[in-house]
């Protein structure tokens, strides 16, 4: 099992590139294991399995920063920072938050919840430190929202990419 030994995202770093597609098969048979017991957002999170772990694999967290739009998406991101022992208690009474948490750990940059919000936020924190990498995950279903489209526009004038 890779996934006992994974406590974080320097830990992932250390596999081989040919592993991951391991270590996203027991991702996924953990994903189902507890959100048919907790309940959850399954299909979001088995999606976003491959996705998060090649952004851990890039990025260097916590210094880079990933912010999860409506937030329910970011199951794969807990286990892979040292949450996968208390991921059994998802959405339980004082258990781990079903969202992003900075109050949970170091790797959550916000709460998020409500969708719309990461493009203009990953844009500000951009903006105020260029020397890091800022990555808005988004949805489909949110892309459409107004919210997003002025934090494209904003993010195309600005150009915060040096
Ligand atoms: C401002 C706002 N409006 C409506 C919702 C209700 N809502 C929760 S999830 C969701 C759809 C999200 O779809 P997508 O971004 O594609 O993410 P997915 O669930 O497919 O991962 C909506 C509309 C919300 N969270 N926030």
């Not at 892979?80 to 079903?98: A, I, M, V």
């Not at 990953?122 to 489909?140: F, K, T, Y």
Request: a neutral charge; aromatic letters at 6%.
């Amino acid at each position: 099992m890779y996934l006992e030994k994974i406590q974080s995202p320097a830990d992932l770093k250390k596999l081989e590139i040919r592993k991951l597609p391991k270590v996203a098969e027991e991702i996924r048979r953990r994903l189902i294991e507890v959100i048919s017991r907790t309940g959850g957002h399954l299909a979001s999170n088995l999606g976003m399995v491959e996705l998060t772990l090649s952004l851990h694999y890039c990025l260097d967290l916590p210094e880079d920063k990933i912010i999860w739009d409506v937030g329910h998406q970011c199951y794969t991101h807990k286990i892979l920072t040292g949450r996968n022992e208390k991921f059994s208690s998802l959405r339980q009474y004082q258990g781990l938050s079903g969202f992003p948490n900075p109050e949970e750990s170091i790797y959550d940059v916000f709460i998020t919840g409500h969708s719309g919000t990461a493009i203009s936020l990953a844009l500000g924190m951009s903006l105020s430190n260029p020397h890091i990498r800022v990555v808005a995950v988004i949805g489909d279903g949110t892309l459409s929202n107004g919210l997003c489209f002025e934090g494209l526009n904003n993010a195309g004038q600005l150009n915060p990419i040096y």
